[in-house]
C-alpha cells in the first residue's frame, strides 16, 4: 500500500488566480496520476505523470490550464492556471499500486469565486 | 460517451440485510474490473476487484459478480453494516492499458 497526502486540502481562490495543488508519496512508485471530481460528477482523469518525462494529458485537458510537474519518484504538483467557477472540484492525485489498483490521496477541494 | 454506468445514484439498505450495487459497462475491450468506496473529504479506497477470467470474487462481506455476455457486475455487500455508508464507484480497464473508467458513483445509505 502507500500512503499519500496532498496539500492543501482545501481552497478558495479567486477569478484568474492559479493554484498550485502539492502530492506526497511515501514510497517511490513510477506512475503518479491527476483526477477531477466535479460537484456530482465521477472521476475523471487529467493527466499521468510518469518522472522524468512529460505529463500525458487526456481529452479536453491541456498544458497550459493544468501544469504538472514530478520532480522524483515520490512527488508531482498540478497547477490549476487562471482559474474560473468551473474549475470548482476536487482533484486527487493517486499512484499505481499492484496490477491496475490505485490509492489515492485525500484530496483538494478548490472553489473558485 | 459514458463508458462505464451505474444507474442508480442512491440506495438504502437496513442493517443485516444485503446491499447490491450494479454497474454496466459498453467496451467489450475491458477485462479488469474495480470497485472503489469513498467517504466524505476522503479519497477512493480500493475495495475489490476482478479479470474478466473469473465469474466471482470474494473478500469477506464483498463479494463481485461479473457477466461479461451482459456487460454487467455488480458488488454484494452482506450483511451490511452502518460504516459501509459511502458513495462507490465501479471502474473498469484492459490489459497493458493505464488508464481506469470510473462509473458516476452509487451512494449507498445503511440505516441501522
Not at chain 1, 512508485?29 to 500525458?56: C, D, K
Not at chain 1, 522524483?72 to 496490477?99: H, K, Q, R, W
Request: proline share 6%.
Amino acid at each position: 500500500s502507500a500512503v499519500i497526502s496532498q496539500k492543501p486540502s482545501r481552497d478558495i481562490c479567486q477569478r484568474g488566480t492559479s493554484l498550485t495543488i502539492q502530492c506526497q508519496v511515501d514510497s517511490q512508485v513510477t506512475m503518479m496520476f491527476w483526477y477531477r471530481q466535479q460537484p456530482g460528477q465521477s472521476l475523471t482523469l487529467i493527466a499521468t505523470a510518469n518522472q522524468g518525462s512529460e505529463a500525458t494529458y487526456e481529452s479536453g485537458f491541456v498544458i497550459d490550464k493544468f501544469p504538472i510537474s514530478r520532480p522524483n519518484l515520490t512527488f508531482s504538483t498540478l497547477t490549476v492556471s487562471n482559474m474560473s467557477p468551473e474549475d470548482s472540484s476536487i482533484y486527487l492525485c493517486s499512484v499505481l499500486a499492484g496490477t491496475y489498483e490505485q490509492y489515492f490521496g485525500p484530496g483538494t477541494r478548490l472553489t473558485v469565486t | 460517451d459514458q463508458q462505464v454506468k451505474q444507474n442508480s445514484p442512491s440506495l438504502s439498505v437496513q442493517e443485516g440485510r444485503i446491499s447490491i450495487l450494479n454497474c454496466d459497462y459498453t467496451n467489450s475491450m475491458f477485462d479488469y474490473f474495480l470497485w472503489y468506496k469513498k467517504y466524505p473529504a476522503e479519497g477512493p479506497t480500493f475495495l475489490i476487484s476482478i479479470s474478466s477470467i473469473k465469474d466471482k470474487n470474494e473478500d469477506g462481506r464483498f463479494t463481485v459478480f461479473l457477466n461479461k455476455s451482459a456487460k454487467h457486475l455488480s458488488l454484494h455487500i452482506v450483511p451490511s453494516q452502518p460504516g459501509d455508508s459511502a458513495v462507490y464507484f465501479c471502474a473498469a480497464t484492459k490489459t497493458s492499458y493505464d488508464k481506469v473508467i470510473f462509473g458516476p458513483g452509487t451512494s449507498l445509505s445503511v440505516i441501522p
